[in-house]
């Protein structure tokens, strides 16, 4: 059987150093699992720019759509501020969601005993924290007709439209489901049932698509205002959440900040499933292309190193092994190694981004 294939598109500013560790993983699984990827590597926003005068070419946009997954490091610079928005490098990005038609974006929110202290909460709050919220990334409020800035009477009015169909929230629904089947089988479903239309179908189509598909797994549904207090006073009653497009974009980041740096916050991207079953996606870490530190190795590696353990698990069907990286990581950090962004007041020396990664390898050797 052919190997998986994966995409790699290192991107710009830190996307090329926190990819480097990476590749060093996947040829670790390579060699010591037996675990072969066919990679292929590309450009992507502002390096795809330079090249060809695009933040991304048409040939990478059909690899992308071939590939079992893609992965992605980061786009932008203050070198491409100035373009016109048409080839701005987060453009490229963009490009690669809308043609994938990426509707299900996952973003984890687990927190490292190691790391509890980061975090802005006490530490019993957010210690061994593991929840993920699915967000609905290609339609609702920031797609939705009409939208505009229009002059009534002798004012201006901005207006944009939240429109949800009932097949883009029973395929996010299903997502959630079906995430939730390999984690801790509950589902929390958040919106504004209370005051929009929009929010009631939405409650009605998962609660439909709960009783006839997925009834084994546990469902409950929460104003996001309320689940967003709750996201803050007690965030471990949750297992998976999911939302729509406008609220998972903040419940999403306040989540995530409930561990501490942006250094190690994972992602990914699912659309419909190719005809060899595994839905098309794209992994990346949530942080941008970081240019106050690029090419100081400085970078923490982990968020995209941990990306890549999202794709074992969600495109390769390789949850143990994507357990042993994730534990890797852990004991990396358990042990006291730490790249300069998860430095403490009580200081020390900060690791570069290459020996974070290196430090990584030797958990995976030792965990064999
Ligand atoms: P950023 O995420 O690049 O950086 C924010 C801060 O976090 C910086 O101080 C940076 O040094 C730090 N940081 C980020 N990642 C880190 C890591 N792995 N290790 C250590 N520290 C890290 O966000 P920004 O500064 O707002 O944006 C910089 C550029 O990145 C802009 O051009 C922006 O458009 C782009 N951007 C791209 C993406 C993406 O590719 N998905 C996301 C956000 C921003």
Redesign the pocket.
């Known amino acids: 059987m052919a190997n998986p294939s994966l995409l790699i598109l290192p ?1 710009d ?2 996307g090329p150093e ?1 990819m480097a560790e990476v590749k060093k993983i996947i040829d670790w699984y390579g060699d010591k699992r037996g675990l072969r990827f066919d990679v292929s590597e590309d450009l992507v926003g502002g390096a795809a720019y330079d090249a060809h005068g695009t933040p991304l070419a048409d040939a990478t946009m059909a690899k992308a759509q071939e590939v079992d997954a893609v992965l992605l490091g ?4 203050p070198k491409y501020d100035k373009l016109d928005f048409s080839v701005k ?2 453009r490229g ?1 963009l490009r690669l969601r809308k043609e994938m038609d990426l509707f299900s974006n996952l973003r984890p929110a687990q927190c490292f005993d190691a790391l509890a202290d980061f975090s802005s909460l006490k530490k019993e709050v957010v210690a061994g924290l593991d929840i993920m919220i699915v967000r609905e990334l290609t339609s609702g409020v920031y797609f939705g007709e009409p939208r505009g800035i229009f002059t009534e009477g002798n004012e201006r009015v901005g207006i944009n439209t939240q429109r949800y169909t009932e097949s883009e929230i029973a395929r996010v629904a299903r997502s959630a489901f079906e995430l939730a089947r390999r984690r801790g089988n509950k589902v929390c479903s958040m919106e504004k049932a209370n005051v929009m239309e929009s929010g009631i179908l939405w409650r009605e189509v998962v609660q439909k698509v709960h009783d006839e598909e997925y009834p084994d797994v546990e469902l409950s549904h929460m104003y996001a205002d309320a689940g967003a207090m709750q996201l803050c006073r007690w965030p471990k009653q949750f297992d998976v959440i999911v939302t729509d497009n406008l609220f998972g974009d903040l419940l999403s980041d306040a989540a995530a900040m409930l561990t501490g ?3 190690m916050l994972p992602s990914a991207s699912l659309g419909a499933p190719m005809a060899n079953g595994r839905p098309k996606a794209l992994y ?2 949530v ?7 690029a090419g100081q190795g ?3 590696p982990i ?1 995209c190193i941990l990306s890549f353990a999202m794709a074992l698990r969600y495109s390769f069907d390789q949850g143990a092994e994507a357990d042993r990286l994730e534990k890797a990581v852990e004991k990396v950090l358990a042990d006291g190694v730490r ?1 300069a ?1 998860l430095m403490g007041p009580e200081g020390g020396k900060p690791v570069s981004t290459a020996e974070m990664g290196n430090a990584v390898v030797a958990a995976l050797d030792a965990s064999l």
């Open positions: 991107g500013g830190i926190v980061a786009v932008g610079g490098p987060e990005l740096s942006l250094g990346e870490p942080h941008g292309s970081a240019p106050d530190i400085k970078a923490n968020a790249t962004d």
